[in-house]
């Protein structure tokens, strides 16, 4: 479990990749006692599990865990109670109606909260998620079993899951945290992401691959030979290994090296029968079952943008088995809010921080906007030393990024999270025919609903918004107040 003193020096020594501005404070010396506190009753406490119940067991002792005890709906009403803690604490329901599973939701809902999910016992800037894409198999974990807590329960019914519906035009109810394990049978590597499940029956789903990434290229090897494709689907797990299915790993990475390393080598494994897959040996739920070869369905749901994504001929999940561990957790993702939003974008902050920094090297930070959904806009701040370094910048972050729609380069003067900050930047520090770069029929997002969703083809535009070297920095000079930074208010009023 990160200890909450080293996670702030993480915040404050990455780089700004993924920085949480708005990180709490520890103002009084009660709040600092109590944060010694839990340091020293978690140092008591190495030798725990990295699973789902571990993350919850310290979000609820930093006070971010709500717990409520009163029976809910799995329909709408989970998602309408889960949607008023966007940006706060994460949520736990004890009750939920025809069902005797806990649901957990929110637990990556804030910036802060995605460093909890990381462990870090060796240098304070050994994590550093831009490194991503250089994890190899040395990280592979070490430690393996052939026994495992879920198999402590089965089920062949999909029913008895507490499968949230959560928008009233969605197609059903989807299983939104669903990480799929599968095997490339071209040359046997693992392959771990994140995939949207629609419920269909008490034994099948609908289940949404993205075309040409791993899981959907394993999908089509299979088909192409007529077969079924055997993975297993895991529900409810230590959020390192969500935040390492949802990088976009280089094909024929395995995402399991990836979750170990933010683990800091702490992950287990546990070979499924069914699949002979390694799978997360404290997996909540675990699903055996293969995607079939001839077989599709419709399917739609928000997305990112909280839009409706549109209709799409799916291939069709069918279980085998489904194990669970005694008092089961499931984790449920509200589709379009924060939590969803960081999980995808977060990553993909680091890696255009990653590929914009060999490109430029003064490169200082990338920040996916909340405005775009933490996946259309980003904002790079920059150390400008040549002019055209900028447009450099905004070239290599497109290619880092496909699904990019603007990215806006800025100086180390301007907040990237402060959106007020970024517009004066482009008010003041450009002109839209020297400065503004327009791409058009280029790649882009099949969410933006503006886009040609036909073709994925968008216009992207990209803004240098530094301030040029050919003309007087002074006159760009944000006005400072000397000591108005050290005045406290309170000594006056």
Known sequence: MIKKEKNNHNNKDRKGILRNKNTRNLDSKSDQKKVENITIKEDSELKHEYDLRSFLSYLEKMGELITIHKKVKKKFELAAIISKFDKKEAVMFTNVDESKFKVVSNILGTRERFFYGIESSGPIN?????????????????????????????TKNLYDLPIVSHFEKDAGPFITSSTVYVKDQENGNQNSSVHRMLLLNNSQMAIRMVEGRHLHKCFVYAKEHKEDLKINVVVGVHPALNIAAAYQAAYGIDEITIANYLLNGNLKLAKNNYSDLMIPKHSEVVLDGKILHDEVSEEWMVEMLRTYDFKRKQPVFEINKIWYRDNPI????????????????????????????????????????????????AVVQIKKRLEGEPKNAILTAF??????KTAIIVDEDINPWNPVEVDYAISTRTQADKDFLIIINAKGSSLDPSSDQTNLLTTKLGIDATISLLKDRERFEIAKIPGADNIDIKKYV
């Open 126 to 154: 050994k994590i550093d998620l831009s490194n991503l894409g250089n994890i190899g198999p040395e990280y592979y974990p070490k430690e393996f079993s052939n026994d495992a807590p879920f198999y402590s329960n089965s």
């Open 399 to 404: 290619a880092a990024h496909p699904s990019l």
């Open 330 to 377: 499931y984790y449920d993702i509200l589709p379009g809010y924060t939590e969803h939003r960081l999980l995808m974008g977060l990553p993909i902050e680091a890696k255009i921080f990653s590929y914009v920094k060999n490109t430029v090297p003064s490169t200082r930070t990338v920040h996916l906007s909340d405005g775009g959904s933490n996946w259309l806009t």
